[in-house]
Each structure stands twice: as C-alpha cells, then as structure tokens.
C-alpha cells in the first residue's frame, strides 16, 4: 500500500526558496510512474503545479510554475521533490503530493498536504 507523507512547508516571505519533499512509502514502478504535485489556495480549486516521471527524465509544469519551480526525484530514497524558487504571495496554498500507476490516467494516490503561506 503506497502511502505520501509531505513535508517541508512552512511560512517563507515574497522572493524566497522552500523544497518540499514527498516521502512515498511502498512505491514502485508500476503505481507511483509518475508523481505529480498540486496546491490549493483558499477558496480556489486544486491546480496542477508540476509532475515527474519514473526515471525523472521527463518533467511538466503549469505555466505559474515553469521557470520557477523544479521537481526532482530519487527512486532510492522513495522521495519526490519540489524546489520552489522566487515565491509570490499568490503561490500561497496547501501543497500535496500524488502518485499515478503506469498506464493510468488519473492520480490515485494523495498525501495530506503541506501548507506554504507566502507573505509580501
């Protein structure tokens, strides 16, 4: 059973860095292929932020991401990363983690979530 413990959030003023970790318990190539993260602000819907495949050769990001956001991963110590660069008040929200199979087309898999409030 996969399970996604995220950590790493905490309060970081207008300009600066956090890396949020997703320690992914169980996984492996055929359930966690490719690790997405995702945030939601308050009020608003969950987004997208970025996504990861297995062998982290292939990365995605939304457009509020790209150019400011990295997410990385090692397969060895079953975590996925998100560096968060020159953060912006509007980056404020509740992060999460998710895992999607191979062959899959939905995220199945969701961690509880880390909260980044971004202060101006």
């Known amino acids: 059973q996969v399970q996604l413990v995220e950590s790493g959030g905490g309060l970081v003023q207008a300009g600066g860095s956090l890396r949020l970790s997703c320690a992914a318990s169980g996984c492996s190539l055929s359930n966690c292929y490719t690790m997405g993260w995702f945030r939601q602000a308050p009020g608003k819907e969950r987004e997208f932020v970025a996504s990861?495949?297995?062998?982290?050769?292939?990365?995605s990001y939304a457009d509020s991401a790209k150019g400011r956001f990295s997410a990385s991963r090692d397969n060895a110590k079953s975590t996925v990363y998100l560096q968060m660069s020159s953060l912006k008040p509007e980056d404020t929200a509740a992060y999460y983690c998710a895992a999607r199979g191979s062959g899959s087309s939905e995220y199945n898999i969701w961690g509880q979530g880390t909260q980044v409030p971004v202060s101006s």
């Open positions: 990861i495949n297995w062998t982290g050769g292939r990365t």
